[in-house]
């Protein structure tokens, strides 16, 4: 008898246990415990408009995908050792991804590898490091916005020409695949010589000096690209100085209100822009995914694009160049 | 015990049974009560949404209504249509003064109003004022390539509102706006005079849709009635096609509700239309309406399954009450099959078992009345087979054989000792042969012949006798030794009586299922009264005559049944016929079991 009371019991309960996971399966485990991820970008300055619409696109992919996020930022994009140290406290913080836009392209790899040895998902933004570790890499293809940025140069000049570039700092992977790109298309044609790429230690009162003091040692110059806001703004104000506005084409990046007013001024032919609020939205999403375990891809581009003073208010572009950031 | 026999105890299957039925039954209330509750959720959620979404028409309205009021005061303003009508000025003085004017009118309408970036007054003579005296002209900008500009001179003296857009007009600024323009002229309307703006700061709006969150993840977005976006929290990805909204049915539809069908991401949307053109749209994320679904669905289950526990226990205890008195008529039963009839089960209270209990007392007590009385048949068929074997070895008749057995010696005659003593010999042997009750007709009748040639050696001429028995029921069987008493009767009583020779004459008869033998004798006969009282068990009592008979009678009936037995006829003077009748059979010992 109790010996078939037991065998009873026992089925009733397996039973019950089989509804009772069933009912819970058919619904869903929708009671995800939120993530938490780690966003390392390259600088916390608030001028800088193009990591607010990022950090903006961050916390939009946060609320959706109910993500816990937290931004730090170095000081700037030159303090490499800060953004090291960054990278360690977010180790010790133990989050299950960390997003890092690099500021350096050699420096931070050894972090890096320790960030992937502790198990935490690790997702470039932006900017890359010389190195395959990372999960997946959220950027857009610099190489293609240097070439698009060549392009928009070639559109501008007829004829003879002397081509300099302004790039922010050296060994940023994304600086440096832009000179790329843009030497891709303008190198090799005959009438078209290219100068020295200058490297203005990340301030933009050094890239319209250097521009300033391009223009005046170079009077045939007539094509300067600023690889980033900052140089491209820099140069601006050097060439609205000296009144060269008709003579020197400027092809800028990123997008800010100073180069605004260089596009409407004539001052800057076009700046190719990035969508850093996808950036910043794609890796939070991209980082979620890969814990969750879902497959993703290595390469997400986010694309580029070029904005000339024609097409500067066209309704699609306008929420791009001009954000809502700190409003 | 096997898994198989144990579904099939009354017990087993009674709990099962009542376990699924509990189940499947909380099952469907729980799942049906969760799904009511959760539509009761979800719509509370959407009557709030829908609420919400009315607040901030109702919001944007005022606004709109506030600049569209701006637009009646200054369209209707004779100094600024004085200012914009004219093209020259007496006086740069009075030009100036005319300005002064109209600017005081427009910083009078900015008093207070931190939402609205500026108002302006764009004359087609070139003229601008604002209400914001530190504003000038972006000389780098063409006032008709913009749409607010060219809406108003399109709308001829309606407002038109703009979509939320970059106001690039003045100088060194690109603030978001939403723009109220209208075309200013005449107060005949003959002359168009100029262009009203006035801006609305689009982050005030901005901050009013951003700090709407509908549960976790929804949001607030609005479209003009062509289908663009004038606010979306996430319009970049919408631009680049990350995300997508369903404007079509937006569109679609005035007011009301409706669920875009995208499994666990189904959202929806509330759509509320607002007097300028605009749709507000709610999106909200169906599957997070419902706030605590979780534990909402944690706690039915939980319920569910303390119910299904409870009623498990309570089914098991009544399905024993149930099966306890089964159970226990099942060890009665038991005792039973041992073969203890002394028992009576106790009665219980529960109708069907206990009409159960009743039956099998009456049962039992009926085998055990039936056992008593096979007992006692049996013990009455073993008498008679003694009183049988009893008339068989007749004393007397042994006696007056081996009387005459001597007689024939005496006097010499060795061959018919012989015959004599062969033929008692054989009838002997054929009585006491293997103690079986049922023998062939052939034995019968090779016993009933011996019998009667000692007879007729004895009675000489006075006695003769015919067999005439058909081949057909040789074989059948019958009881031993039932012709002899009858024999025995028809000679004793009937023949030896009577003067002359007698006959004695047995005869056979079948029928589909019987058979009869009949014995004939043309002796004295009887009379009606000796007739009647032949078979009735009194004449047993009485000494000698009948007592033989009776008991083959008796016999007969305790072995093939009461319809079976001897019947006589009789008439006195002539002769008596008795016959034997019994069921056809070629078993050898039915009568025994």
């Known amino acids: 008898m109790p010996w078939r009371h037991k065998w009873f019991i026992g089925a009733i309960i397996v039973l019950l246990v089989v509804v009772a996971g069933l009912v819970y399966w058919s619904e869903g485990f929708s009671n995800k415990k939120p993530l938490n991820v780690t966003v390392i970008i390259k600088s916390h300055d608030a001028s800088i408009e193009f990591w607010q619409v990022l950090v903006d696109g961050v916390h939009e992919a946060a609320q959706e995908f109910d993500t816990k996020v937290e931004v730090w930022g170095a000081r700037d994009e030159t303090d490499v050792e800060g953004q090291i140290a960054l990278v360690e406290k977010a180790i010790v913080n133990r989050p299950d991804a960390i997003v890092l836009a690099a500021t350096d392209f050699d420096r931070l790899i050894p972090i890096c590898n320790k960030v992937v040895a502790k198990g935490i998902k690790l997702i470039i933004l932006d900017s890359g490091i010389n190195s395959n570790i990372a999960q997946s890499i959220v950027s857009t293809d610099n190489f293609k916005a240097g070439q698009e940025a060549g392009q928009a140069m070639l559109q501008e000049i007829k004829g003879p020409a002397k081509i300099g570039i302004l790039s922010y700092v050296k060994n940023a992977a994304s600086h440096i695949d832009r000179e790329k790109g843009a030497r891709d298309v303008l190198s090799g044609l005959p009438y078209i010589e290219m100068l020295d790429t200058y490297f203005v230690e990340g301030s933009e009162q050094k890239a319209y000096l250097k521009a300033k003091e391009i223009l005046q040692s170079n009077t045939e110059v007539l094509g300067i690209i600023g690889l980033n806001e900052p140089t491209s703004v820099g140069a601006g104000r050097a060439i609205r100085e000296l009144g060269m506005k008709d003579k020197v084409k400027l092809i800028g990046f990123d997008s800010s209100v100073n180069e605004i007013k260089l596009l409407d001024e004539g001052v800057m032919k076009a700046t190719v822009i990035q969508r850093p609020f996808q950036m910043g939205y794609l890796s939070v999403k991209t980082a979620v995914e890969a814990v969750r375990g879902k497959k993703i891809q290595k390469q997400i581009d986010t694309g580029s694009l070029v904005i000339t003073k024609e097409n500067m208010y066209e309704e699609e572009n306008q929420k791009l160049l001009f954000p809502f950031v700190g409003k | ?593």
Request: with cysteine.
């Open chain 2, 1 to 593: 015990m096997s898994i198989f026999s144990r579904l099939r105890s009354i017990q087993t299957n009674m709990v099962l049974s009542s376990v699924l039925l509990i189940l499947m039954t909380i099952m469907i209330v729980s799942v049906i009560s969760y799904y009511l509750t959760k539509d009761a959720v979800q719509s509370k959620a959407q009557e709030y949404t829908t609420e919400l979404v009315k607040q901030i028409n109702n919001n944007i309205k005022s606004y709109v209504n506030g600049m569209n009021y701006m637009s009646d005061l200054v369209a209707g303003n004779p100094f600024v249509q004085d200012y914009l009508s004219k093209e020259t000025f007496a006086s740069l003085k009075q030009e100036k003064e005319s300005k002064e004017s109209i600017s005081t009118l427009l910083e009078s309408m900015l008093v207070s109003r931190t939402d609205i970036t500026s108002v302006n007054v764009f004359g087609y003579n070139g003229q601008f004022v604002s209400g914001r005296k530190e504003l000038e002209l972006n000389p780098y900008i063409d006032l008709t390539s913009l749409n607010w500009y060219r809406n108003a001179q399109e709308a001829h003296g309606q407002s038109v509102i703009s979509p939320s857009h970059i106001q690039p007009v003045f100088k060194d600024r690109y603030p978001w706006v939403v723009s109220l323009s209208r075309e200013l002229s005449s107060r005949d309307g003959s002359k168009k005079l100029g262009v009203f703006l006035v801006d609305l700061n689009f982050s005030v709006m901005n901050d009013m849709f951003k700090d709407v969150r509908l549960g976790q993840r929804g949001y607030l977005f609005i479209v003009d009635s062509s289908g663009k976006i004038v606010y979306h929290p996430q319009q970049q990805l919408i631009y680049s096609k990350l995300k997508y909204e369903m404007i079509d049915r937006v569109l679609e539809i005035k007011n009301g509700t409706f669920t875009s069908n995208e499994g666990s991401n189904s959202r929806m949307y509330t759509v509320q239309e607002s007097d300028f053109g605009w749709k507000i749209v709610g999106v909200s994320y169906v599957n997070e309406l419902v706030s605590n679904q979780n534990e909402m669905r944690l706690s039915y289950v939980g319920l569910g399954f303390i119910c299904i526990v409870i009623a498990i226990i309570i089914s098991f205890f009544l399905s024993q009450r149930v099966s306890q008195p089964i159970k226990q008529l099942q060890s009665y039963m038991k005792e039973v099959e041992k073969g203890n009839f002394d028992i009576h089960v106790p009665v219980p209270k529960t109708t069907e078992v206990g009409r159960l209990a009743r039956a099998f007392n009456i049962m039992v007590g009926k085998i055990k009345e039936l056992m008593n009385q096979v007992v006692s048949d049996q013990e009455q068929k073993r008498k008679s087979e003694m009183n049988a074997l009893q008339a068989q070895i007749n004393p007397h008749f042994l006696y007056n054989t081996l009387d005459s057995i001597v007689w024939m010696a005496e006097s010499n005659k060795s061959k018919e000792v012989v015959l004599m003593t062969s033929a008692l010999a054989k009838l002997f042997r054929a009585s006491i042969s293997k103690g079986e009750e049922l023998v062939s007709i052939r034995t019968e009748i090779e016993h009933i012949t011996n019998y009667l040639m000692i007879q007729k050696m004895r009675y000489k001429n006075k006695l003769d006798y015919q067999i005439e028995i058909s081949d057909s029921v040789w074989d059948y069987k019958t009881i031993k030794v039932i012709l002899q008493p009858i024999v025995e009767n028809a000679i004793y009583h009937g023949i030896k009586m009577k003067h002359g020779p007698g006959l004695i004459r047995i005869a056979s008869e079948e029928t589909e299922t019987d058979i009869h033998l009949f014995i004939e004798d043309n002796g004295n006969g009887m009379d009606e009264e000796k007739l009647r009282t032949l078979l009735l068990p009194i004449s047993r009592s009485e000494a000698g005559r009948g007592v033989g008979v009776q008991n083959v009678h008796e016999r007969l009936k305790l072995y093939f049944g009461p319809q079976y037995g001897l019947t006589y006829k009789s008439t006195l003077g002539v002769g008596t016929t008795v016959y034997i009748r019994f069921p056809k059979s070629l078993q050898s010992s039915e009568g025994e079991k």
